[in-house]
Structure formats: structure tokens, C-alpha cells
């Protein structure tokens, strides 16, 4: 596959909107009343795809030719991402190698340094040749911790080369991780542009069926539940929620339980209710729905 020549994308200019052009729009608002006036799709269908759990169908031959040309665009765009980042993916896996074995390292070079630590015992200061017998037991001390104190600086210079190297490691990993997570941003928001060109000719497709439907007033409410979902590489992973912090009552102490207890009494007890003369924020306001859009593709 030849590669793309193209600039950094910090370079590039903002890209400018998709045109959708008035041809485009005529086709599409005469494609929806020429099916308006034939009666499709019908109520009752388009009730059983509603309630259906199946995933969303397209009730229409129209409305086919528009997603299917709406896929192979995104398609384009996530076989553009897979072919910018073959390269740094094969470079992303052996690095997560790299850093898992130099991770592994790092433990026995920290129990290496410990060790070196360790204080001098009454048979580290014994003579261990002949040579030292003749020696002082200062003279033998003083050999003692020299030998010590290069130890640990040995030690210690072997676990900051290590840690050096997984830091090395781990910043090329991140910025690899970066380039590629850079890359499939570009490829998603291209792929949500897409999603909304395709959005607008739903949208005019739909305005023209309704318009010449017989039963378009009962048909406009229900044509958001009909369209499809985005592809699973367009929608970013969600984020987990925290888990829910413990509250005041599972973490009292017995006493405090226990004069809870003799408090149940009165909190068991029915609250009266108070008078709000204006209403207060409690009162119910009817929720009204904005007319929106009909969405090319649901997130």
C-alpha cells in the first residue's frame, strides 16, 4: 500500500465543512416525497422496528444507499488510520515488551541495593587471610566499611542504570502511544463529520416523506429511534465510574451505633409536611422537547 505523503497535522489548516450542495438536497427532498406519496414506509412498520429488539433497520431503499455510503466513508477513514499507524503499532507491542522485562529487572537491583545496606556483623570484622591477622582490628574495621560504602555505591549506581532505562523505555512507549492515539482522534472526528453530512440529507430525506405521508404527523416522533448506532471504533472508550465512597454510617464506631440505636425511635417517626406558599424547587415543571435534528447515526 503506498504510503500518504502528508504534513503534520499541527501545519494543516482547519478542514472546512462538508458542502452539502443544492442538487444534493433536491435529490434527497424528492426521494423522500416520492416515497411519502407511495406510503413508505407505513406506520405499523415502522411501530414494529421501534419495538422490536432488534437492532435499528432502515425501513427504506433510500435510506439504505445513504448509510451505506456513510460505512464505507468511515471505512475509508479507519483503513486510513490502520495504514498511518501499521508502523508505530509493531513499534507500540515490542516496546510494551521492552518495558515489561525492564520493569522485571528492577526489583533485584532494588533487593541488590538493600542488601548492600545491610550493617557490618562481628564475622564481617574477623581476619580472612593471613595477611589481615597481622593487622589491627581498626585497620581491619576501616577495610571493612570501605568495602561497604563501594558496595552500596555499586549497587546503587546499577539500580539508577536500570531505572534509567525503563524511564527511557517508557518515554518512547509514550510518546508511540501518543502518535497512535493522535491518529485515531483525527480518524473519529473525521468519521463524527461524516456521520453528521449524513445527517443533514437524513434529515431533508425525512422532512420531504413527512411532509407528503399520510400519517407523517404520527411517523415524525418515532423517526430517531431508526437510525443506527456509530461504529464501535468511532465511539471513544467510557471512562469507569469511582466507586462510591463509604458513608458516615458504615464507618461509625460502636458507640456511635449504639446511640444511634436509642435514636430510632424519634427518626422512625412520620415527618409532617411543610406548607410551601410559592411552590418551592420541589414542584414538577413539565419537561418539553426541543424539536432536534434527526441524527445520521446515534453515539
Known amino acids: 500500500m503506498a504510503k500518504v505523503n502528508e504534513p503534520p497535522e499541527i501545519e494543516r489548516q482547519p478542514a472546512s465543512p462538508i458542502t452539502y450542495g443544492r442538487w444534493a438536497q433536491r435529490a434527497d427532498r424528492l426521494s423522500g416525497r ?14 414494529a422496528l421501534v419495538e422490536s429488539e432488534a437492532p435499528a433497520q432502515l425501513p427504506t431503499p433510500y435510506l439504505e444507499m445513504l448509510f451505506s455510503r456513510a460505512r464505507d466513508m468511515m471505512e ?24 515489561a522485562v525492564a520493569r522485571r529487572a528492577l526489583e533485584p537491583a532494588d533487593t541488590l541495593r538493600e542488601k548492600a545496606k545491610a550493617e557490618l556483623t562481628e564475622a564481617d570484622l574477623l581476619a580472612r587471610h593471613p595477611a589481615e591477622e597481622l593487622r589491627s582490628d581498626v585497620f581491619i574495621r576501616l577495610r571493612r566499611e570501605a568495602e561497604r560504602e563501594a558496595r552500596i555505591a555499586d549497587a546503587e549506581a546499577h539500580y539508577l542504570r536500570v531505572l534509567a532505562n525503563v524511564h527511557q523505555i517508557e518515554d518512547k512507549l509514550a510518546r508511540v502511544n501518543a502518535f497512535v492515539h493522535n491518529r485515531l482522534s483525527i480518524a473519529r472526528m ?6 453528521a453530512y449524513f445527517s443533514a440529507r437524513t434529515a431533508t430525506y425525512w422532512e420531504g ?22 461504529p464501535e471504533w468511532v465511539r471513544p472508550p467510557e471512562e469507569e465510574e469511582p466507586a462510591p465512597e463509604p458513608s458516615p454510617k458504615d464507618t461509625a464506631s460502636p458507640a456511635e451505633a449504639a446511640s444511634t440505636q436509642d435514636t430510632a425511635g424519634a427518626a422512625d417517626a412520620p415527618a409532617q409536611p411543610t406548607a410551601d406558599p410559592t411552590g418551592g424547587a420541589d414542584a414538577i415543571a413539565p419537561q418539553q422537547s426541543p424539536d432536534q435534528p434527526v441524527p445520521a447515526y446515534r453515539p
Not at 190 to 195: D, E, K, V
Not at 215 to 224: N, W, Y
Open 34 to 47: 416520492r416515497d411519502g406519496r407511495k406510503r413508505i414506509p407505513s406506520l405499523a412498520e415502522v411501530n
Open 76 to 99: 475509508h477513514e479507519r483503513l486510513w488510520y490502520q495504514a498511518a499507524t501499521a508502523t508505530a503499532r509493531a513499534e507500540q507491542a515490542e516496546l510494551a515488551s521492552q518495558a
Open 190 to 195: 473525521r468519521a463524527l463529520r461524516i456521520s
Open 209 to 230: 416523506l413527512v411532509l407528503a405521508h399520510r400519517d407523517g404527523k404520527h411517523l415524525a416522533p418515532l423517526l430517531p429511534h431508526l437510525s443506527p448506532k456509530l
